[in-house]
């Protein structure tokens, strides 16, 4: 009899333990329309997070146009059996606008929440240029020709932010496409940290922030809030100053023309995230390697280009 009670006792903290732990699968910067092989790229990315059991998946954007041809690309994101999200990336809205792309994702709204275990999550959307006192939401390229003042959270998502925070009793991670944390993402990000700030005053509500846009390995710490850019799952863009032809057949080249400005990395690269909220994010990433040449081969040793996502433990 006194088994039996150990053994409920032992089944009570495990399934206590068990509760408190959200784990969840995340790529980024897949850009379906831009390299050759992103439908076998999506396709591993799916698999490896049926294998790990994850309780969601989400992709933080430029993800693929709304094009007939992206269709079986979208079917298998969509074979996975469990909850799928959507963050939007600006190279989403490049050919249409947002509902048209939200339409063909299935994703209902580009600003949205939701909850798993202990944890609220949410979702923004940065893809607005300012035009004056205006905030313009990206469509069809338009933010192309404002390159000095896009990346713009608009006043009345702030505000949708910040009722989020404080409606809440869970703890909060935020998914954005372009970075929280440094100049080159989000232009007016010093008025979101204000939120977390005051959100974190009395104690730790907002612990972590989630980024793509990038194609970058990168991590911060601003405030006790923890900012994780994540690296592409594909490849590395280096531009005109890494130019390179002749890495793929002729004809592959030829139908993707921007696949020489970038640097392709031999596996997907993307992370398992496990969270508990007894305070702690353990980040498990997945390290690659550039298909040849590679950065020393084409002269950018300086740079912060990496085939990979860092492995880390952070606390809150």
Request: hydrophobic fraction near 35%.
């Amino acid at each position: 009899m006194r088994r039996l009670f150990y053994l409920f006792i032992f089944y009570l903290l495990f399934s206590c333990n068990n509760s408190k732990t959200v784990k969840f699968a995340v790529c980024t910067d897949v850009h379906q329309d831009l390299i050759y092989d992103a439908t076998d790229r999506i396709q591993k990315f799916v698999s490896a997070a049926e294998k790990k059991n994850v309780n969601f998946i989400i992709q933080l954007g430029d993800f693929c146009m709304p094009f007939e041809k992206n269709e079986p690309f979208l079917k298998i994101w969509d074979s996975f059996e469990g909850p799928k999200y959507h963050v939007l990336g600006n190279h989403d809205t490049d050919v249409s606008p947002k509902i048209v792309t939200g339409q063909f994702w299935g994703m209902d709204k580009s600003l949205y929440s939701f909850d798993q275990g202990a944890f609220h999550f949410v979702v923004l959307d940065a893809n607005f240029f300012k035009s004056g006192e205006n905030y313009i939401s990206y469509s069809n390229g338009n933010y192309y020709n404002y390159p000095d003042s896009r990346s713009y959270i608009p006043p009345q998502q702030l505000e949708w932010l910040r009722n989020e925070i404080e409606t809440t009793n869970k703890l909060v991670l935020v998914f954005s496409h372009q970075s929280l944390e440094h100049w080159g993402g989000v232009k007016n990000r010093e008025e979101v940290h204000r939120i977390f700030r005051e959100a974190n005053r009395e104690s730790q509500k907002v612990i972590a922030c989630f980024c793509g846009h990038d194609h970058l390995d990168r991590y911060a710490k601003i405030e006790g809030v923890h900012y994780i850019g994540l690296n592409s799952l594909s490849f590395a863009w280096v531009g005109k100053k890494g130019e390179y032809s002749g890495r793929f057949p002729k004809n592959i080249e030829e139908k993707y023309p921007n696949l020489k400005y970038t640097l392709p990395y031999r596996e997907v690269v993307f992370a398992v995230v496990k969270l508990n909220a007894r305070g702690k994010i353990e980040i498990e990433g997945v390290q690659s390697d550039f298909i040849q040449p590679g950065l020393e081969e084409l002269r950018l040793e300086n740079t912060d280009f990496s085939a990979g996502i860092t492995n880390r433990i952070l606390e809150f």
